[in-house]
Structure formats: structure tokens, C-alpha cells
């Protein structure tokens, strides 16, 4: 699974550890998710995803792999 | 989402200060348990007290209870640290602490497996007493590297 997580945040100029304090996680769990190491749960995503006021496929997206 | 029943963050601290002075006291227990024994902790029947009446399933004449403190400490200490939550408990700290249990479990059997074969006689028993231990011991050490690991990470892609 791909994400654009960078690219989104970049857009709204939030650092890893704003964002993770929003999501009530740690910052090296969405370094993770960024990195491709770690797919986070459905609700993780969806937390996210409304972060950047996107729809979750704007913001995860499956490989010809998955 | 999977939340694990673990215990508040400050017994990771409490876990660490008992475990590594019992760890460090049970490893000279192991290496000359003779000469390393508490003489407080000695326990000799003079005859008379109430554990030497006959009505007990065994009876005690003599024992040093060093042994049985050092690795209850030792036990203590280990599960304090293995299962106290870590400062920002999330999802992939669950996952990391899953997959280091995984981990742990694995290579303790791996290792039993090996000192089954090549270790025999009163040195085997020294082999059980550190697998009473070592499956918690494998688990925190692994744990730590892989939380030690995601925040090298963090470092690296930030600079």
C-alpha cells in the first residue's frame, strides 16, 4: 500500500509530530506509515484521512502488489 | 482497535530499578551459588517451631532462601518491565511488543531445542532455571531494539 501522507502534509505545512499529537499517536508511528514500514489500522487511516479533510483513497492507495 | 491489558507507564521505571540489580545478583548466584548465599535468609529448624509439628506435607530442615528471593525479584523485575505501557502506547507499539513476543517465543524454543541436544546432566538444570526467565529476558531486549530502531528512524529521516 502507497500513501501520500507526505505529500498532504507538506500541502497543509504540519510536521510528523503535530500530527501525531492530533492523532493521539507517536511520532515515530507516522514516520512508519510514511515510510511505507507500517500499514495502520482502518480506523488510524480514516482519523488521518479526515485530518486532511480527504477521502481515504486520496490518501492511501493500493499497489498492484496488494 | 486491539488494546492489550498492560500496566501504567511508571512501572517501566520501577520494573528497570528492580531488574537490573537482580539481574546483576543472579547471575553471581548462578556462577558460584555457594559462596554468594545471604546468611539472613537462612532458615534451620530447631525442632520445636510450628513448621516441624509433623502435620505439614514436607518438612523443612534447612534451607537458604537466596535463590527463591533473587528469582522472584528477578520475575518481578521482568514483568514490570515487559508489560508496563510505554510512554506513547499506540497501535504500532502493539504491534512491535506482538511481534517481539513472537520473536522471543521462537528463538527461546530454538535455544531449548539446541541445549536438549548438546547439553546434558546437572548442566541441563542450570539451562531450565535460565528458561525460567529467559522467554521475558529475549522479549524486553528485543522489544527495546525495535522501539530503539523506529526512533533511529525518526532521527534519520528528519535530519
Known amino acids: 500500500m502507497k500513501n501520500l501522507l507526505k505529500v498532504e502534509r507538506a500541502i497543509k505545512n504540519v510536521t510528523q509530530a503535530d500530527l501525531a499529537i492530533h492523532l493521539g499517536v507517536s ?6 506509515i510514511e515510510t511505507g514500514k507500517y500499514i495502520p489500522s482502518t480506523v488510524l487511516a480514516l482519523k488521518i484521512a479526515r485530518f486532511f479533510g480527504k477521502p481515504v483513497e486520496m490518501v492511501f492507495l493500493l499497489e498492484e502488489t496488494d | 482497535m486491539l488494546s492489550l491489558p498492560l500496566l501504567p ?12 540489580p537482580f539481574l546483576g545478583l543472579g547471575l553471581l548466584q548462578m556462577a558460584s551459588p555457594d559462596w554468594f548465599e545471604f546468611d539472613w535468609l537462612t532458615y534451620q529448624s530447631s525442632g520445636n517451631s510450628i513448621l516441624d509439628n509433623g502435620e505439614w506435607l514436607f518438612t523443612l530442615e534447612y534451607n537458604n532462601f537466596t535463590d527463591e528471593l533473587l528469582g522472584l525479584g528477578l520475575l518481578a523485575g521482568l514483568v514490570l518491565t515487559a508489560f508496563a505501557k510505554t510512554r506513547t502506547e499506540d497501535e504500532r507499539t502493539t504491534y512491535l511488543r506482538l511481534a517481539a513476543m513472537l520473536w522471543s517465543v521462537i528463538i527461546n524454543t530454538i535455544l531449548v531445542t539446541l541445549s536438549m541436544i548438546f547439553i546434558y546432566s546437572g548442566l541441563f ?31 534519520n529521516t528528519a535530519s
Open chain 1, 27 to 32: 511520532r515515530q508511528t507516522i514516520n512508519a
Open chain 2, 9 to 20: 507507564n511508571y512501572f517501566k521505571i520501577v520494573g528497570w530499578i528492580i531488574l537490573i
Open chain 2, 125 to 155: 538444570l542450570t539451562v531450565m532455571m535460565v528458561n525460567l526467565f529467559s522467554i521475558l529476558l529475549l522479549f524486553i531486549l528485543r522489544f527495546e531494539y525495535l522501539l530503539w530502531k523506529d526512533r533511529q528512524q525518526v532521527n
